[in-house]
T-cell receptor
Framework: GIQVEQSPPDLILQEGANSTLRCNFSDSVNNLQWFHQNPWGQLINLFYIPSGTKQNGRLSATTVATERYSLLYISSSQTTDSGVYFCAVVISNFGNEKLTFGTGTRLTIIP | DAGITQSPRHKVTETGTPVTLRCHQTENHRYMYWYRQDPGHGLRLIHYSYGVKDTDKGEVSDGYSVSRSKTEDFLLTLESATSSQTSVYFC?????????????????FGAGSRLTVL
């Protein structure tokens, strides 16, 4: 089946530090999204990025589709960045609409 | 919650009772999804809908049924709840399906419904 692996599973950083979260996937994708789940449980879409690089303020994401991975960069971390980050993919050849989620990276930013 | 409302937000019930969770959207999006979230598993798709009366199974559909009689409502039913169905349930919507190479397939999530089956 579809494999979506995220690393690291947990990350604890001081406020102001930078971080890189990784998402590996097992097959070609035509849809990849990054989400942030805040400590109150709300899930927010960060990026739609099946390939290339995008930036939104202190966050940026890069997907290298040929090598089957995506990276989420967070610069100058703030306590509000804490939570769980998920990547989710749709595999190109499966012919379906379903996003499959990784198990997430839990990020804790310490003041 | 960007036009998505889930109800109830919290429910405690007993094993063997039926439970229905409702997802209501005001965005007129074609696609609606039900996910469950459990520790160590991330989010897993239960069922999804690609139009009125058009539904399909996800990876954890056993024990669940869905219905979509109107564009705006997607119901998830547990016919006879079990303790293994204790979870947080999220509804999501998208304008286009996941295969479309377009930002219009971005998922927007509801606030979640926490279900406890005793």
């Amino acid at each position: 089946g579809i494999q979506v692996e995220q690393s690291p599973p947990d990350l604890i950083l001081q406020e102001g530090a930078n971080s890189t979260l990784r998402c590996n996937f097992s097959d070609s994708v035509n849809n990849l999204q990054w989400f942030h789940q805040n400590p109150w449980g709300q899930l927010i879409n960060l990026f739609y990025i099946p390939s290339g690089t995008k930036q939104n303020g202190r966050l940026s994401a890069t997907t290298v589709a040929t090598e089957r991975y995506s990276l989420l960069y967070i610069s100058s971390s703030q306590t509000t960045d804490s939570g769980v980050y998920f990547c989710a993919v749709v595999i190109s050849n499966f012919g379906n609409e379903k996003l499959t989620f990784g198990t997430g990276t839990r990020l804790t930013i310490i003041p | 919650d960007a036009g998505i409302t889930q109800s109830p937000r919290h429910k405690v019930t007993e094993t063997g009772t039926p439970v229905t969770l409702r997802c209501h959207q005001t965005e007129n999006h074609r696609y609606m999804y039900w996910y469950r979230q459990d520790p160590g598993h991330g989010l897993r798709l239960i069922h999804y809908s690609y139009g009125v009366k058009d539904t399909d199974k996800g990876e954890v559909s056993d024990g669940y049924s869905v219905s979509r009689s109107k564009t705006e409502d997607f119901l998830l039913t547990l016919e006879s709840a079990t303790s293994s169905q204790t979870s947080v349930y999220f509804c999501a919507i998208s304008e286009l399906g996941g295969r479309e190479s377009s930002g219009a397939n971005v998922l927007t999530f509801g606030a979640g419904s926490r279900l406890t089956v005793l």
